[in-house]
């Protein structure tokens, strides 16, 4: 398949709007959203992250081809240097919390699992709407908000909004197209089934931010 990226989005198209609609990201957009609920985001996000860039490198050693081993390798260092810097900007200590929430658990959970037990291409396809996802939300905020000179939030939105995430994003989708390209219909499906997941995974954490979701027991 040549281009399995562009097949696979049109299966998720309505979880990216389902996330566009999110009251998470309408409050961050229009500089609203309440300081606690981004502490908890950010919180979450940076246990996420840890666990994300130790996917990345693992799947890095299943690359057949240098360049593709070295750019998931410097995808983790830049998620090391990049996000840290984030997380000291708007992470406030006090509001500090080392365990995961039950979906920030299951995200990086389910990740796992697959890049180290299953096909580089289902590991490819599972890590990609990390990628995809913050890549359209931020172009998307930075497209239709109004208050870029006063949004608290909009050192985060430019981030994600980049020309350097831009790059990474496009290198990161043409290694797995080139991948799906030699892959046989049972391999492409899984591709399909674990990209959709990780795409339903990206709404469940915003959500699970915006609720501060906490264990029931």
Not at 81 to 97: A, R
Not at 175 to 195: G, H, Q, S, W
């Amino acid at each position: 398949m040549s281009n399995w990226f562009n097949t696979v989005t049109i299966k998720t198209d309505s979880i990216l709007e389902k996330i566009k609609e999110h009251p998470f990201i309408i409050e961050l957009m229009d500089g609203t959203l309440s300081k606690e609920i981004f502490q908890f985001y950010v919180n979450q996000d940076s246990l996420y992250l840890s666990e994300y860039k130790k996917t990345l490198a693992q799947l890095s050693i299943k690359c057949a081809a240098a360049n593709d081993t070295q750019f998931f390798l410097d995808a983790a260092t830049g998620i090391i240097l990049v996000e840290d810097e984030l997380h000291q900007v708007f992470l406030n200590k006090e509001y500090f919390n080392k365990e995961p929430s039950p979906s920030c658990e299951l995200y990086t959970g389910y990740m796992s699992r697959i890049a180290n037990n299953h096909s580089i291409e289902e590991g490819l396809a599972v890590i990609l709407p990390c990628f995809t996802i913050y890549k359209e939300i931020g172009d998307y905020i930075l497209a239709n908000q109004t208050n870029k000179d006063n949004n608290p939030y909009q050192n985060w939105i430019q981030t994600y909004a980049s020309e350097d995430f831009a790059n990474a994003v496009l290198n990161a989708i043409e290694i797995t197209n080139r991948y799906a390209e030699k892959a046989p219909e049972e391999v492409l499906n899984k591709m399909d089934l674990a990209f959709i997941k990780s795409s339903k995974l990206e709404w469940m954490f915003w959500d699970s931010a915006y609720n501060k979701e906490a264990w029931k027991i």
